[in-house]
């Protein structure tokens, strides 16, 4: 047997096992896509670390408060952090001077 031949042998058979571990997780209720989407998944907003500061303005959009994610709406008064490019109640975060 060549050796061109055999590795196309090995190629397939390792090919093979691959797909019949993906095969048996798909049959246990798993996805294809559970590898990228845990990857993906990113962390709640909730637990800052810092306080949050930002300047008070009247909020041109209507939105969720990155502290405590419940909304503000359109012409309510909200701290704007430039930085994180956010919005927060001013009763959840600090004002900046
Ligand atoms: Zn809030």
Do not use: W
Request: glycine residues 8%; charged residues 35%; aromatic residues 4%.
């Amino acid at each position: 047997m060549s050796a061109a031949r055999e590795e196309t042998i090995r190629d397939l058979k390792a090919l093979r096992a691959h797909l019949d571990r993906t095969i048996e997780r798909l049959e246990k209720g798993g996805t294809l896509a559970r590898d990228a989407a845990s990857a993906e998944r990113t962390p709640p907003d909730a637990g800052l670390a810092e306080p949050f500061v930002g300047r008070l303005i009247r909020s041109k959009y209507s939105g969720r408060c990155l502290v405590c994610g419940e909304n503000y709406h359109l012409d309510e008064q909200v701290l704007y952090s430039r930085e994180l490019r956010r919005s927060a109640h001013p009763r959840c975060g600090k004002a900046s001077p």
